[in-house]
Nanobody, 122 residues
């Protein structure tokens, strides 16, 4: 098993930047595909970014493409999400998740962090 902990959330103004980090303990994170999802109350969990085990393949939805960048450091057992040009609609709780398979949907992800709040003020 792997335990995930997110950090780096907070409050930022429109157009600002934040960097979220997902740290793993237990099994090495390099064994997993890692993704970020976000959720606002009353809505389904939304895919934000995914990175494969080696870090050379990523995928983003159109809503964040060109603004968000996912990266991983397998030596440090971390996956980061750099978020630039933030908009109020990016406000959500952000979760990192680990899966044995590459997917942009949340169902294959077996391990989840506790979430980090990101709030973008207008």
């Amino acid at each position: 098993q792997v335990q995930l902990v997110e950090s780096g959330g907070g409050l930022v103004q429109t157009g600002g930047s934040l960097r979220l980090s997902c740290a793993a303990s237990g099994r090495t994170l390099s064994s997993y595909v890692v993704a970020w999802f976000r959720q606002v109350p009353g809505k389904e969990r939304e895919f934000v970014a995914v990175i494969n085990r080696s870090g050379d393949t990523t995928n983003y939805p159109n809503s964040v493409k060109g603004r968000f960048t996912i990266s991983r450091d397998n030596a440090r057992n971390t996956v980061d999400l750099q978020m630039n040009s933030l908009k109020p609609e990016d406000t959500a709780v952000y979760y990192c998740a680990a899966s044995p398979v590459y997917s942009t949907t949340y169902r294959p992800y077996d391990y989840w962090g506790q979430g980090a709040q990101v709030t973008v003020s207008s």
